[in-house]
């Protein structure tokens, strides 16, 4: 039986994410989601997964490479490299060691007829490094994508470790599905302290969460400062260097926020900043209109914005 694939958002841990997806919220492998991603959330994908790699090593992290070519382009080598030094079959143990790499070979011709085997994946050797040197994607055809997963920790094991992600019908790509820890991003709501999944818009309490990830951004914010003063209703945000809470108000009576003085903590003021910069990947003034962020003119910040967020329920 198919099951309704419906917009979701997902992330894994603190290290991938959150991404807009489709999924099905049925099809869990233990308890965890299978996302599919349109292309541009690939590309944002496949960028995080190269700078935890190159941060923490790739022997760690396994990489998602998104490969750029032409229907009636000729026939290319990619070469993907980590930084692990181990030996390859045409490598001497003692000589100087290249970094491991696999070679991906791709035939665009075949690839836009539809071809099984018009992409193949192997361990890089010279050979395979001088032709990604000499051959480079041509041609005025249509445009064409290959996404491949690399798991760099079985590349010299030689299981699996590498596949293209063919995109679904309707040209989503499942990246990690029944192999990643994905999770639904949830969203807090300000009024009664609830959380749902993303794609679940309405709480119990009668609130629907707001469309953007600003938005809920925003909310969950109110909702962590909701946390120590229910009373709380606004707050000011300078966005100089990046989101910081600077003032919170009940109403017009401003809250005092000193760590010693006041009912707040660093550890609760900090969690809801990090709060709202979660929501502002690719954010224009539009936006923080659209979210309910109201610009206050301000002699020491060109940056300053009253958040309003609904009253906590008493």
């Known amino acids: 039986m198919r099951h309704q694939m419906i917009a979701s958002r997902v992330s894994l841990d603190d290290i991938l994410g959150p991404y807009d997806c489709q999924l099905d919220p049925t099809n869990r492998w233990n308890g965890w989601m299978s996302p599919y991603f349109t292309l541009d959330v690939a590309r944002e994908l496949s960028a995080q997964t190269l700078r935890e790699a190159d941060e923490y090593g790739y022997d760690c992290y396994d990489t998602i490479h998104v490969i ?7 026939d290319t080598v990619h070469i993907l490299a980590s930084d692990i030094k181990r030996n390859t079959d045409d490598e001497d143990e003692d000589g100087d060691r290249e970094p491991l790499a696999v070679a991906v070979r791709i035939n665009w011709r075949d690839l836009d007829q539809g071809a099984e085997q018009a992409t193949t994946i192997a361990v890089a050797t010279r050979a395979a490094r001088k032709a990604a040197r000499r051959r480079k994607p041509n041609g005025k055809g249509a445009n064409r994508t290959v996404v491949v997963h690399v798991r760099w920790q079985w590349v010299d ?5 590498a596949d293209v992600i063919e995109p679904n019908r309707n040209g989503l790509y499942g990246i990690g599905g029944w192999e990643w820890t994905w999770s639904c991003e949830v969203w807090w709501c300000p009024r009664c302290g609830g959380h749902q999944d993303w794609h679940e818009t309405d709480c119990l309490c009668g609130l629907t969460r707001p469309a953007t990830p600003l938005g809920i951004a925003t909310w969950t ?3 962590v400062l909701h946390d120590r003063v229910p009373e709380a209703t606004s707050a000011l945000v300078d966005l100089t260097n990046s989101a910081r809470v600077c003032a919170v108000f009940a109403d017009e009576r401003e809250i005092d926020t000193a760590d010693d003085t006041g009912p707040f903590d660093t550890e609760t003021l900090g969690t809801a900043d990090r709060a709202l910069r979660r929501g502002f990947d690719h954010v224009t003034p539009a936006d923080l209109a659209a979210a309910g962020w109201e610009h206050v003119p301000d002699e020491q910040s060109a940056q300053l914005y009253r958040i309003t967020f609904p009253a906590a329920r008493q």
């Open 221 to 223: 914010a109110g909702a």
């Open 157 to 161: 094991e030689g299981e699996a470790a």
């Open 68 to 74: 750029d070519g032409r229907a009636d382009s000729r």
